[in-house]
């Protein structure tokens, strides 16, 4: 073109009275950050990987004799499909939010300051109120998506190559599968709080560092340490307010009673930490001055180690205080969940081994110590592998041994226990029309219902 | 009652830690009028720019924008304001289009120039649906215009817009400014480039370490440019640079070319004295040509280290254009 038609070609501006100043909806700065959000690689490699993993995991667990028992339903994941799913909930809420969080919302901010777009965003007619909101409430839709995806693809996947088998609970009760789907989902649905929250944490370090690296690395580091913490930290206030606990809530829904009470804290709780990073980062992006790219390193660097050194002094006062205040893992709580747990089981054990339910009901009772157990009293409380309990019939007549068995008990208020063979039998048992099932007494896990 | 100004600012400051880069600056334009602005590296140019497009905060000083107090956070203020800072940058990512559609959604208003329209404004209407990644130099700075003329804006802020552009796409440039001017909009317009300044503004404020030190248009630019020196290829040039000496007209300079020899400086009646006494002689002048333009004189004078302190020459233009 030449410039003489450039010329003719630039249009006047209106009458003056014609001019309104006007802004974007925010509905309209939210879809214009989701699509450029969507147009780039990660995202796209994210929301494939969404979809592959569950499946490839499903099909392993199918052509594999290898089972994740280390896991809670990891033992199931290759039996119940709801287990497959419930094996993925768990591994996305220890690992994959945080790579997602970081990879979507850590670089959300961070972008516009590798790009140097920031001043062309800012010369818009959308308020920095908008942009961040935008910004901020696209990134967690892309976390939203990711986890809705992994959480239908692995509901999906397990359903369709494990089968839709009914689920051993977390006290032991056999949970139909109807029922169990409805639990999933529901387990999943609560899953979303904690992830907002995580979103939120990645806007924050993306804003705060303006490194794309710092962003997309530092929900990861916070989750490493959470998941240090998650080991160390039994006390109900440090647990409380660990952003990790609202990812183990969903471990009530599976436990008989359910503990109600504890979903209601990790959604505070959830809410909580997303409106403390939010704000953060508004506060942080709203007194930015965009003073140009020279303007950038020594910022960048003072954050990156303010963000390091926050981040190793908070998880080392969580992990100070950890076992501080009061806990749930005391010997008569585990005594009581145990007890359940071994029960529901045994029944379980004998509908499967028999093809029809138990006409009776044994009665047991619990005793739980850590170190050497003493039969006549519950002692001890935390975390840790020391744990003992003897389970006794309590039938005057005809009644069986006592079984003594080892627990490994978490700082999340769940359990392993080992049972010995000879007490309950070999690993695998046969069913009336001959096939092996898995011995639901061998090894089995639990929870207290208050993570 | 007189028009609003499209741009005023009242000592507006801005500091970064010790250093003031911009010193309690006034600066005025009238609404369809080129305004340029020049200064050395670092003058506090840029910076100027992006207070007034809203990314920096003053630290002391108004800004008003068409009569309208323009504070930082003030999108409002700023919807008849567009234009870019430093080298204009976009989504990589995206195709030159997509990037002016996203953009043009941010504006929220019905009146916005089609992605389409702005392309081929800057003659980047076949190459819009390339990826802004594979765009050269070049190429952004054109987006970058198409950008700020997405909307139909009153006040154009543009920094430095034909660097890096050949000098045809710079032509179109400097064209589509004048198109623009000449539709009543006011442009602010940065540039190293002293015959660019000199060709399509109406004034002209020299900025020095944050502050103005001059401000006029272009009569009282010649007015004010030192005595100009002009390059003379004669007949004889060993004797035309002894008279030139003579005549005290004479200024040393490195020789430039084999065929160069004099750059003679002064005012009128000394430029006819020198070219008398040439005649008289019986030296033929073959080629005569200013060696540095008025404006740059000006420039290399009020910036130059020595002449820091040097006071601004007029200091109240602002009532001066409002009136």
């Known amino acids: 073109m030449s410039a003489v038609t450039a010329t003719q070609t630039v249009a006047a501006p209106e009458p003056r009275a014609a001019r309104t100043a006007s802004r974007p909806g925010l509905g309209v700065a939210i879809r214009v950050e989701f ?3 969507i147009a780039q690689l990660p995202l796209r490699v994210l929301l494939v990987f969404c979809v592959i993993v569950p499946v490839v995991f499903a099909i392993g667990m199918r052509v594999s004799g290898i089972r994740p028992s280390d896991t809670l339903f990891g033992r199931w994941a290759g039996t119940s499909g709801f287990a497959t799913s419930l094996f993925i909930l768990d591994w996305t809420a220890a690992w994959g939010v945080a790579v997602g969080a970081g990879l979507i919302a850590g670089d959300i901010f961070a972008s516009e300051d590798r ?14 109120t908008q942009l961040f909101l935008g910004k901020a409430i696209a990134a967690t839709i892309g976390v939203w998506l990711c986890w809705a995806l992994i959480g239908v693809v692995s509901i999906g996947a397990g359903l369709a ?13 056999l949970i139909e599968p109807g029922h169990a789907l409805g639990l999933l989902a529901a387990s999943w649905a609560i899953g979303l709080l904690p992830a907002t929250a995580f979103a939120a944490l990645g806007v924050l370090f993306s804003v705060a560092s303006r490194s794309t690296v710092v962003g997309v690395v530092g929900p990861l580091l916070v989750a490493i340490v959470l998941q240090g913490l998650e080991n160390i930290a039994s006390g109900t206030i440090v647990r409380s ?4 606990t609202p990812f183990d809530v969903y471990h009530v829904l599976f436990t008989a009673p359910v503990h109600a009470g504890a979903v209601a804290q990790a959604v505070v709780t959830s809410l909580v930490y997303t409106a403390i990073f939010a704000a953060a980062s508004w506060w942080l992006l709203r007194r930015r001055e965009f003073a140009g790219a020279d303007a950038v390193p020594a910022n960048r660097r003072r954050t ?13 006062v969580l992990a100070g205080v950890g076992k501080v205040g009061p806990t749930p893992l005391t010997a008569d709580n585990l005594a009581t969940s145990v007890n359940t747990t071994f029960s529901n089981l045994v029944q379980v054990n004998y509908l499967w081994h028999n093809g029809r339910p138990a006409d009776t009901t044994t009665p047991w009772s619990t005793i739980c110590s850590v170190g050497t157990i003493t039969p006549t009293a519950n002692k001890g409380s935390g975390a840790g592998e020391g744990w003992s309990c003897l389970i006794t019939d309590t039938r005057t007549t005809d009644g069986i041994s006592p079984i003594q068995v080892d627990l490994e008990v978490r700082a999340n208020g769940c359990y392993t226990v080992q049972a010995p063979p000879a007490a309950v039998g070999a690993l695998h048992g046969t069913d009336p029309k001959g096939r092996s099932y898995l011995n639901p007494l061998y090894a089995f896990d639990g929870c207290l219902g208050t993570p | 009652m007189p028009e609003d100004l499209a741009l005023e600012t009242r000592a507006l400051t801005k500091r970064f830690g010790e250093l003031i880069a911009v010193n309690a600056l006034d600066l005025a334009i009238a609404p369809g009028s080129v305004h340029g602005l020049l200064g050395r590296n670092g003058a506090g140019k840029t910076t100027l720019m992006r207070m007034i497009l809203g990314l920096l905060s003053p630290d002391a000083g108004a800004i008003e924008l068409f009569g309208r107090s323009a504070t930082p956070g003030d999108v409002d203020a700023r919807a008849r304001v567009a234009g870019f800072v430093e080298e204009p940058r976009f989504y990589p990512y995206l195709s030159g289009r997509r990037n002016l559609e996203l953009l043009a959604r941010l504006d929220g208003r019905a009146d916005t120039r089609s992605p389409e329209e702005a392309l081929e404004l800057v003659d980047l209407d076949s190459r819009g649906r390339e990826k802004v990644g594979n765009f050269s130099t070049g190429m952004r700075q054109r987006l970058g215009l198409a950008a700020a003329l997405l909307r139909p804006a009153e006040l154009v802020v543009l920094d430095e817009p034909t660097i890096g552009l050949d000098p045809a796409n710079a032509r179109t440039v400097r064209t589509l400014i004048g198109a623009l001017s000449s539709r009543g909009v006011a442009v602010l317009l940065s540039s190293h480039n ?5 060709e399509i503004c109406d004034r002209v404020t020299i900025i020095h370490e944050g502050s103005r030190v001059w401000e006029g248009d272009q009569a009282e630019l010649l007015a004010a440019a030192p005595a100009p ?3 003379v290829w004669t007949s004889d040039d060993d004797q035309a640079s002894a008279i030139a000496r003579r005549l005290e007209v004479a200024v040393e300079t490195p020789r430039r070319a084999a065929t160069h020899t004099i750059t003679v400086q002064g005012d009128e009646g000394e430029r006819d004295g020198f070219v008398l006494a040439l005649a008289q002689e019986g030296i033929a002048i073959r080629r005569l040509e200013p060696d540095v333009p008025p404006l740059e004189a000006l420039f290399t004078s009020l ?9 601004a020459q007029n200091t109240d233009t602002t009532e001066e254009i409002a009136a």
């Not at chain 1, 790009?115 to 920095?128: E, F, M, N, V, Y």
């Not at chain 1, 307010?241 to 990790?244: N, P, Q, R, T």
Request: net charge positive.
């Open chain 1, 115 to 128: 790009l140097g777009t920031w001043k062309t965003l800012l010369t818009r007619s959308a308020s920095r």
């Open chain 2, 194 to 198: 002293m015959s660019e300044i000199a």
């Open chain 2, 303 to 311: 910036t130059s280290p020595r002449d820091a302190d040097q006071p």
């Open chain 2, 229 to 231: 020196s002009y390059r």
């Open chain 1, 304 to 316: 990156f180690v303010q963000i390091g050194v926050t981040v190793v002094v908070i998880g080392g």
């Open chain 1, 241 to 244: 307010i660990m952003l990790f």
């Open chain 1, 35 to 37: 699509s450029k959000l």
């Open chain 1, 161 to 173: 190559v494990i089968g839709g088998e009914p689920l051993i609970g977390l006290s032991g009760q």
